[in-house]
């Protein structure tokens, strides 16, 4: 399966300020995700980043809270913008690619001060 | 819209023996699949096992199994021989089937909490 590296591991931020996830993957895949997990929760998802295209956002996600970017098949970044403590949360990108289960980066956890 | 149910928050067992997890879903997709997936304290996600809705037979990976009932859209993981590192919250989820060779979102269980006691 693919090796994921995701970035920062965690992180500490100040409420106001923006936050980007990098996701990068050691082969082309075809879609990456994003999902969020909440304290004590399940994982919902945010979006979905397709290469070359604006990505799709869930119902209760929005561009202008969580832009994402995906430059080529191998990397994706989502921004946590104007932070508030409610974005506590661990963040999750993962891959899939054709068919295939989609495997998970280690996450990060992102707490707001 | 898909929906995914585990009622059970909780359970433990002791080391070596067997435990299994429950697991409903609702749907109105006749193709699709299922995994389940376990996060230990780590937080990393991985993949326990995947059941594809057209097999009638059940998945299989070493101490792991399910039983999928897709008529009662049942879909319950058996650990056989528990042992100390499956220890971990233990997620369901489904997933349709990708059109056009891609690949689709997963909906996830509130998710259980299992401890193997020692």
């Known amino acids: 399966s693919a090796v994921i590296s995701q970035k920062p591991s965690r992180d500490i931020c100040q409420r106001g300020t923006s936050l980007t996830i990098q996701c990068q993957v050691d082969?082309?895949?075809?879609?990456m995700f994003w999902y969020r997990q909440q304290p004590g929760q399940s994982l919902t998802l945010i979006a979905t980043?397709?290469?070359?295209?604006?990505?799709?956002?869930e119902s209760g996600f929005v561009i202008d809270k969580f832009p994402i970017s995906r430059p080529n098949l191998t990397f994706s970044t989502l921004t946590v913008s104007n932070m508030s403590p409610e974005d506590s949360s661990i963040y999750l990108c993962?891959?899939?690619?054709?068919?295939?289960?989609?495997?998970f980066g280690d996450g990060t956890r992102l707490s707001i001060l | 819209a898909q929906t995914v149910t585990q009622s059970q928050p909780e359970m433990s067992v002791q080391e070596a023996e067997t435990v299994t997890l429950s697991c409903t879903y609702d749907?109105?997709?006749?193709?699709?699949?299922l995994f389940w997936y376990k996060q230990p304290p780590s937080r990393q996600m991985i993949l326990v096992i995947r059941?594809?809705?057209?097999?009638?037979q059940n998945a299989t990976e070493n101490r792991f199994s399910v039983n999928f009932q897709k008529a009662a859209k049942s879909f319950s993981l058996k650990i056989s021989d528990s042992q100390l590192g499956d220890t971990a919250m233990y997620f369901c989820a489904f997933m349709k089937i990708p059109s056009n060779f891609g690949n689709e979102k997963l909906t996830f269980g509130t998710g259980t909490r299992l401890t193997i006691i020692p």
């Open positions: 059941q594809e809705a057209y097999k009638q």
């Open positions: 749907t109105s997709e006749n193709n699709y699949y």
């Open positions: 980043a397709n290469q070359g295209s604006e990505a799709t956002y």
């Open positions: 082969s082309q895949v075809t879609m």
């Open positions: 993962s891959v899939g690619h054709y068919n295939q289960p989609q495997h």
